[in-house]
């Protein structure tokens, strides 16, 4: 699968330093809004036209696939890795988390291997 987003030379190699400015940058948008996350009662991952089965834990591990994969352009990953921070901070995420384990018939007794956030 080829990344969405323009490919640049500078896209291709980031050093540490660059990569966890881009994070911190990414972060800092969808904590004010920049990058809508939420919106008509589905989240939505606003790197990618990816679909998606809409809920909180989709979108989550989505975010957590894509920020480890090395196939993906490092400010790219970088970009997941803001998302799933955001996510986890988010100030409704243990409910949302939950209403995606039940939505999928996952409870207490079934998710002996469920690894939580």
Known sequence: ???????????????????????????????????????????????????????????????DGRSKSGKWLPRHRAHHKALIEYLRNLPWAEGAREASLKAIGVGPSKNAFYKPY
């Not at 490919?7 to 911190?24: A, F, N, Q």
């Not at 948008?29 to 834990?57: A, K, S, W």
């Open 1 to 63: 699968m080829v990344p969405v987003e323009k490919v640049d030379s500078d896209d291709i190699v980031l050093s540490g330093d660059e990569e966890d400015e881009e994070y911190k940058e990414v972060l800092k948008q969808l904590n004010d809004g920049t990058h809508e996350v939420y919106r008509h009662g589905e989240y939505r991952c606003p790197f990618d036209v990816t679909i998606l089965d809409m809920t909180y834990m989709s979108l989550l591990q989505h975010a």
